[in-house]
């Protein structure tokens, strides 16, 4: 079992969770992520790691509150324990220097982007993000990347906080001004991360984006992560999450995420959630 | 006076209309009776053909001698000189091809029913034995096993007879391999597999679950932590896919998936657990093997009313154990032999609609005599279902090849080792099972953990 050592809420729907996991801590990179299950018979979930220490040996996740086992964990307190928790799976980010990088977040697509961003400033690599939510709470981490971002421009649907509308309105707006970005970084729904590619692509920046198919086991065991890549299939759990967006084929992705909708209501139904 | 009819004492067995709805045990073992019935088959032959024929020698007829005097623990005694989980290897070795296979009663009649015998001793001492303290001697050294499937849970139990501390790294939540996510309840019942694990747990063998060696830490890793050897028995656990055009929509699961979320997941207890599986109405499982007949009888038993396995080869390729391709056929699963798919097709909203298949033909002999399925110009047609499951095989997973430098592997991702010791070409590390071999059988993986056992007491004893 793994001790949540500190839990905090950062809005209604997003809450966050150190665990002491030093077998994940001791390796994990930006980009990877665990596997946790919260009790005896749970299923077994994927989260990205948002941050780690390796001397306390922690590893922090961000999870919002969406459907059975994400509210079950939820209900873990400080102190409390999780049943398993293992990791670090996939592939680190393949993040590499270069002279603008500007990353785009939907929602608590934020969280594994944190990492990923922090480790290319302390590469030396000069970094903006977009951060989006549905409003001004919706927005989480801001004061974090606040911390080593050139810029930080927020995007609300209400317009409660920054511009009123999309972080792809945000980013056109960008490249529309001149500002010469090396390469996007793209983590939110997928419906968001297919916009972002759409304008991409016009105009050429190279985009990565990463994918959260659903899983079980996480090592490659299974087949159900698969992705379609450039007309390749993938295995996200081992080959992934992040991937070149100009390849994937979002409209698959969206389609298999859907796979057990009905048994995921009824399950939270049946549970009286 | 030997029992010299031709026929097995028959087992047990739930009917087969009222099993393809539950997940209790399909075969219920032999009585004491049945099998002291069974033992008087044997002829105790000096040549011992059927000895021959398992992979790791139990002695046949010594304790079939034991089980005829009605000494069941002197049996297992027997047994479990040479085999550490009889009680697994009873139920799901294929004893046609291996010890009874070579039984001399064969050739007129029945073999010796050997494993059904196996079976029974072992539940028999599960059952009634009593525990028995033992002590062995610690030699400080360390040895570490990856993956807990039978290789490395055979290799992890000698190892810790002869002195060594075990500790087994095992990626999963719950140890077992293929023990506990492939093969389903009702032919090797779960808690039956943990007993087994337990037993050598108990003998101080530390299993870690929830480690991914190449992940989590890496064999050079392990052996820095001064671990002298490194036993893989990682398996073979990637499944592979038909590469038809269909194979993400909707309804499309690999056997891993599908197997892995009623069986390790509990999905057959959904909602009460939270890991959903779906099945539809028309099921079509591909392949023959063992996974495929698991697959197909386990849709069966989720409900799905038709349930098809199609195999491009004839019904003499399938490489299912005899037994299973027997009870499959009793449970209602329907037999599409000489079929391969061609593609899956989906309706408007990405659900599997139909799978395009051809018929095939066997044509002439190919250098190695076997009889290759050809397709049939013109004979394709659309199978009906909306649930696919993909059961062609698994290869070795990648990740301890990409993360361990130095050790050698086959192009197809098998582990090279050298067979007499089941070394690698890396120092100290030695491997077996699935991951050396291809998908193959538990008794041989449990043989190469054996090998490799004493193969590592002997290096590191300087023998
Ligand atoms: C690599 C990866 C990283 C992820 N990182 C994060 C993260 O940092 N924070 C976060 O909030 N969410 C993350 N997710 C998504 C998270 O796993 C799902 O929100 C969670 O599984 C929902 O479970 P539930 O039982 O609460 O909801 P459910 O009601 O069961 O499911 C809600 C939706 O979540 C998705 N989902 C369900 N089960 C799984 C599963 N086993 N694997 C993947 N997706 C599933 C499906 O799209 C489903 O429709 C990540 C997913 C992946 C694959
Ligand atoms: C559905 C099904 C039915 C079968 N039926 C039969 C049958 O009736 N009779 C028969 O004899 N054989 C049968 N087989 C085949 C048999 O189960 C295998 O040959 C046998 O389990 C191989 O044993 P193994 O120890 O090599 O590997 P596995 O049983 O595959 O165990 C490997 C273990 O290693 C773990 N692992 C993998 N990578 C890592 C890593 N990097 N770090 C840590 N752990 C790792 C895995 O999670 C797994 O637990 C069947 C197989 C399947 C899938
Ligand atoms: S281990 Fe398998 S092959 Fe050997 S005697 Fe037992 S059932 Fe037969
Ligand atoms: S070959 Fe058959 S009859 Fe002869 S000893 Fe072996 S089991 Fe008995
Ligand atoms: S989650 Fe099973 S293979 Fe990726
Ligand atoms: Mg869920």
Known sequence: VYKIVKKQTLNQAVELMEIHAPYVARKCEPGQFII?????????????????????????????????????????????????????????????????????????GAAPLYPQLRKLAKMGVPVDVIIGGKSAE???????????????????????????????????????AGVKY???????????????????????????????????????????????????????????????????????????????????????????? | MANMSLKKVAMPEQDPNVRNKNFEEVALGYTKEMAMEEAARC??????????????????????????????EGAYEVITTENALP????????????????????????????????????????????????????????????????????????????????TVFEALHKPGGVLSYGIPEFRLPKDLVAKEIESVQKLGVDIETNVIVGRSITIDELMEDGYKAVFVGSGAGLPRFLNIPGENHLGVYSANEFLTRVNLMKGYKFPECPTPVKVGKKV?????????????????????EEVYIVYRRSEEEAPARLEE?????????????????????????????????????????????????????????????DTVIIAIGQSPNPLIRHTTPGLDTQKWGGIIVNEETMETSKDGVYAGGDTVTGAATVILAMGAGKKAAAAIDQKLQGK
């Not at chain 1, 005896?40 to 306390?56: C, F, H, Q, S």
């Not at chain 1, 317009?159 to 490249?175: A, H, M, N, P, R």
């Not at chain 2, 009873?90 to 009874?100: A, I, M, W």
């Not at chain 2, 050294?141 to 501390?165: F, N, Q, R, S, W």
Request: overall charge negative; aromatic content about 6%.
């Open chain 2, 87 to 166: 009680a697994i290897c009873g139920r799901v070795c294929p004893q046609e091809n291996q010890c009874e296979g070579k039984c001399v009663r064969g050739i007129k009649g029945e073999p010796v029913g050997i494993g059904r015998m196996e079976r029974f001793v072992a539940d028999w001492h599960m059952a009634n034995a009593k525990e028995t303290e033992v002590n062995i001697e610690k030699n400080g050294m360390k040895v570490a096993v990856v993956g807990c499937g039978p290789a490395g849970i055979t290799c992890a139990g000698e190892l810790i007879k002869k002195g060594y501390d075990v």
């Open chain 1, 138 to 176: 919706f927005v989480i981490l801001k004061e974090l990347f606040e911390e080593f971002c050139d810029n930080v421009y927020i995007a609300t649907d209400d317009g409660s906080l920054g511009t009123k509308g999309f972080v792809t309105t945000v980013l056109e707006d960008q490249i529309k």
């Open chain 2, 325 to 385: 391709l027997h009870h499959a056929k009793e449970e209602g699963i329907i037999f599409k032999f000489l079929n391969n798919p061609a593609a899956i097709k989906a309706d408007e909203n990405g659900w599997v609609s139909s799978m395009e298949v051809i018929k095939q033909e066997l044509g002439e002999p190919d250098a190695s005599g076997r009889r290759s399925p050809q397709p049939i110009e013109g004979s394709n047609y659309d199978l009906d279902v």
């Open chain 1, 36 to 108: 946790i299950r919260v009790d005896e018979d749970g299923e077994r979930v994927p989260l990205t790691i948002a941050d780690y220490d390796r001397e306390k040996e922690t590893v922090t996740i961000i999870y919002q509150v969406v459907g059975y086992t994400t509210e079950l964990l939820s209900k873990k307190a400080e102190g409390d324990y999780v049943q398993d928790f293992v990791g670090p799976l996939g592939q680190p980010a393949p993040l590499h220097k270069c002279d603008r990088v500007i990353g785009v977040a939907g929602g608590v």
């Open chain 1, 182 to 273: 090396d390469e996007v970084i793209a983590i939110g729904p997928l419906i968001m991360m297919k916009n972002v590619v759409k304008i991409t692509k016009e105009y050429d920046i190279p985009t990565m984006v990463s994918l959260n198919p659903i899983m079980i086991d996480g090592t490659g065991m299974c087949g159900g992560c698969r992705v379609n890549i450039g007309g390749e299939t993938k295995f996200a759990c081992v080959d992934g999450p992040d991937f070149d967006g100009f390849k994937v084929n979002f409209d698959e992705c969206m389609q298999r995420q859907g796979m057990f909708r009905e048994e995921e209501h009824e399950c939270r139904i049946g549970r009286g959630m």
């Open chain 2, 43 to 72: 002829l105790n032959c000096k040549n011992k053909p059927c000895v021959g024929g398992c992979p790791v020698n139990v002695p046949i007829p010594a304790f079939i001698e034991k089980v005829a005097a009605g000494d069941f």
């Open chain 2, 284 to 304: 079509a499982v591909v392949g023959a093997g063992n996974v495929a007949m698991d697959a197909a009888r386990t849709a069966k038993r989720l409900g799905a």
